[in-house]
Each structure stands twice: as C-alpha cells, then as structure tokens.
C-alpha cells in the first residue's frame, strides 16, 4: 500500500506570484482533505472532498485559495498572489469514508515565500 | 466550538524514563474522536491510535498506553521506557462527528536523550 504522495516538498517562490500543489491520496481511499502548519503549531483544516466534491471550507481558506479533485482521485491546491504569510507546510491527507476512519497524511510540501 | 490543549510544549527526558504527554479536549458533541499522531523530524504526520468518545477503555500497545477521562475531558499518551526514536512532536486531536476536519492541538516536542 503507497501512502499519500505530495509533490514538490519543497517551492520557493517570490510574493505574488502563483503556486500549485499535487496530492495523491491511497488509492481506495475516497475522502481527501487539506491542512496548514505553521511552525510550532498544529495542523489546521483547509479543505475536504469526498470524491470530487468539496464538502467543507474553512474560513481560513481565502479567496486566493482553491481546491480542487476533478476526477475523484488527486487533488490540487492553488494559491494565487502569495504573500509573506503563506509561508507553512501544507499537509494533505486521505482517509476512507466513515466519521472515525483515522486520516492520513503525507510528507507535506513546504512553501517558502521569498 | 471544539478545541485541544497540549499544556507541555517541550518535554525532555533521558532514555528507559517513562513519559506522558497530556491532553485535554472541548466540545459540545456528546459522540467524537480522539486521536494521537507523531511527527517525527522528517515531517509525516504518522497516525498512533483512535479513541471513541463511548468507549473509555485504556489501551495499551506496547510501550504505548493511553488514558482516557471523559469525567476531565482527557486523553493522555504514556510512553514507557522510552527511547531516542520516540523523539518527535506529538500531536493529540478531536474530531466531532458533525465534522470531518480534525482538530489539532500545539504538540509537544518530545526528545529523549540517550
């Protein structure tokens, strides 16, 4: 069994510009979700799918942000014109249907805004 | 609205000592699910154990036990005899069964010393 797959774990990019980010979830896995960390802090939700459909948003979400699972299986994340504080690792993780299946997470990709 | 609190931010200790890493939850639900994950220097979130809110059991998994109190809303992770690669920050999380995200509290950095 691969586990989640993230791509690229590092991006450097300068403010303002646009980044993307790839998730590939287990494969049997139907529901997909997206967090933020901070340095020193926890996780914080972003985003959920269940399939292709996005279920919930956090508010933490701002409109220069966008998800996206076209076809049920990865997904990606956009963040148009980054700013400073975009900077974190930004976690994605998979898990089967069912309130208490475990999620899990992959490696993360580090974004750095220059 | 739920929260999690990881009063200890850094815990240091010397290898074979035995260690437990607090936690202490919120929420109005009276169903949800506690969950422990490490996050070892590499950057994974690696998922521990899943507790349900119903069930009040401890558990124990090899040098791995946890404590669950509904009564004081806490669900404790002991390590026993622990080790250098216990060392790592430790993430203790709910989820609300009318939610999907997980709730992450700071984490507590853990490093034993050999």
């Known amino acids: 069994d691969t586990g989640v797959s993230q791509d690229p774990r590092h991006k450097i990019t300068k403010r303002g510009q646009n980044v993307t980010f790839r998730c590939d979830p287990i494969s049997e896995h139907n529901r997909l979700y997206w967090y933020r960390q901070t340095l020193g802090q926890g996780p914080e939700f972003l985003t959920y799918?269940?399939?292709?459909?996005?279920?919930?948003k956090s508010r933490l979400l701002s409109d220069r942000f966008s998800a996206e699972r076209p076809k049920g299986s990865f997904s990606t994340l956009e963040i148009q014109r980054t700013e400073q504080g975009d900077s974190a690792m930004y976690l994605c993780?998979?898990?089967?249907?069912?309130?208490?299946?475990?999620?899990?997470f992959g490696d993360g990709t580090r974004l750095s805004i220059l | 609205a739920q929260k999690v609190t990881q009063a200890q931010t850094e815990i240091s200790v010397v290898e074979k000592e035995d260690v437990t890493l607090d936690c202490v939850y919120e929420t109005r639900d009276t169903t949800y699910y506690l969950f422990w994950y490490k996050q070892p220097p590499s950057g994974e979130l690696v998922f521990l154990i899943r507790?349900?809110?119903?069930?009040?059991q401890n558990e124990i998994s090899g040098r791995y036990s946890w404590n669950f109190q509904k009564s004081t809303s806490s669900f404790n992770f002991t390590i026993t005899a622990s080790q250098v690669v216990d060392s790592a920050v430790y993430f203790c999380?709910?989820?609300?069964?009318?939610?999907?995200?997980?709730?992450f509290g700071e984490g507590t950095q853990l490093t034993v010393n050999p």
């Open positions: 507790r349900n809110s119903f069930d009040e």
């Open positions: 993780a998979s898990s089967l249907g069912g309130v208490a299946q475990p999620q899990h």
């Open positions: 799918f269940q399939n292709e459909a996005q279920l919930e």
């Open positions: 999380a709910l989820k609300e069964t009318s939610g999907s995200r997980l709730t």
